[in-house]
């Protein structure tokens, strides 16, 4: 929980050093929000029930479909551009296994309102500041950035109808997890010709902008996004931590543009965090469309990269004062003292049975307490209490009221 | 969500200056955690499910159950005194009305391991504490406080079957929320004769620990804990806050000794916290009994109650600086300007597309920042940006590695 709260701490400072205003969202939505047909890993995993009223109703498995829901419910009465940020416990069915879990967090920060690639580029600084906050650099992390507009082009070129794009891009995800011939396979199934799928595969392998450009040509918008992207990333000064890689393609249908996600350089883990602009997703909830673009960013890979680089922070438990009454009868003394202690802003672990010292030692040491504060009975007639300092072992004999 | 953090902020806060530990618990249990038979509101009003594995799980209506679960679950591992405290959504299910949603969150404090009232007085303390934080006085707020003993021993007197006792709290419980006739039908259901119940509902209307002493006698449990309380609670400083009141037994079947609950003193409001000792509830899941008390306190009454005092913090969202480009060609260095903001420990929010100066000038308020940044084409050729005091309309060229 300590871990926890540290994480939790850093993801907000950042988010509120952006400008960014915190949001939250229900835990159980209507199933109907996630139900999408592109054959997403998300949608598979569903942690979906009946409720009581017959409701089909899910624990949610990401942010974004309910941030969706907000902006719309919202509507005109929010000034744009709006920069949110929400940090909540998302649910996915399936067997656990080592690093996957049924529940974990995720932070997510969304821009809703800007076309331009200043969004992105806005959202990965705030992920490079937080990853220096908690002392990784760019020789631990990076970015791998491609634009879903790459893949729109191609299969544009090869007259791959529209509707199948979020399809396609689901599939392409599982390259690297799935066997190359099941990736085929279901390529073909998704309308593509032979002659397109090997030209897809060769364009996914790109890792440089030149070389997207002379297939591509330098007139198209995927282009021209990237190239605004990594001059953007140099103003900023994290080009370093950037890297074109066109096999990126992130694994939600709603994805319409740049896409980004962050991994550890020794390539030993799952994607850190990942996002991108979804700039269609408000209309297939029956809103208006809005440009937006966002991230999520897990607790469960982040904490494992510090486990393994030794960044884990030493939290312990710290209490300031134990307090503690040497007779049954000054129990209430006790009380007196430590309520004296707090109301100064100390914070006081206070004795609440008659214990032996050399417990209440333990525990002193235990919770990491600076001092301790006897109240015993020859002191407290002369309105006094024993205050010993634990680091050095040294005490004082002191009055109630100068107690500080 | 800025007032939920707030109230958060000091529960956490008051949680610490105890000496008190952060737990967490799932959000979905076994549903059988939560079975009880003694028809209380909680279970009735249950949300639960089965899920895709056929299993019977419920969102948690309560942390109590989940705590024991842990405590169990930790064994000999953790050395006791425990004091844990949790901040956690629970949800039930029902139709919601005016001030009962089907989501709300609950504090909780729990001390396991202190078997004397030392434990509930340090309780009802942090409580205290946490008004006292907030601005309310002893003339907003208190607390009614009794003892589960005190029935016990009219039901003993009686000779009322032990294994009704759960049962009798519930429909003592309800007693205001339903006519008395109800009542005393329940009671009768529950094995009580007319005498019995007679007695029992004269008891309840007792007011002070005086006329509870001519009715019990002196030699019970239920009068000395209550009058140790009421001794704590003068040394803590908190008499003023306290006041006996038979009537109160609380809704849930596992207390066992003190419970108490806080309460306006206006009387508009359903009860604020409720807690009390729970001694007998780790046998009910398996475990070893372990002494143990604790109290839940919601978000929304007291959230209504700060409301209808005047007393609701205004919490403004704030971001330090606004940053904004005088031309789409200077965006990037705008960006470079929002960067060294940023690492000097600024919050900024980063205009991120080409508006006007009213524009700007509209969202400076809105954000309450204290300081606009201008990057214009002549100054940035010098290096330099316009910095705008907006308190003061004062305007003046600052070079950028000045800028703090």
Redesign the interface.
Known sequence: ??L??WLFHNFREVS????F????F???ESEALYIRKAGEEIRDQL??????GNRRVA?RPELTPSLARLVIQKGKSV?L?L?WFAIG?C?R?ERMTRGRRR?HYQWNMD?IG???V??E??LI?SII?FFKRIGLTASDVGFKVSSRKVLQEVLRCYSVPENMFGRVCIIIDKIGKIPMDDIRKDLQSADMSEVAIEELLQILSLKSLAKLEEKLGASGEALSDLKQLF??A????YSEWLQFDASIVRGLAYYTGIVFEGFDREGKLRAICGGGRYDRLLSTFGGDDLPACGFGFGDAVILELLKERGLLPQLN?Q?EN?VCSLDPEL???A??VA?IL?EK??????V??NKPLKWVF??AA??NARRLILVGKAEWQKGMVNVKTLSTGGQLETKLDELE
Do not use: H
Request: charged share 30%.
């Open positions: 929980m300590r926890r709260n509120q050093q952006f400008g205003e915190e949001v939250d229900p835990v159980l942690y979906c029930f009946e409720d009581r624990l000034s551009p920069k416990q649910w069915y529940e821009i800007v076309p331009d200043t969004a580029a806005e600084s500041t001059s953007l140099e103003k900023y000064g438990l209490v134990i129990q209430g003394a009380s007196t309520t707090r802003g100390q914070s006081v672990d206070l609440l049975e333990k525990r235990r919770i």
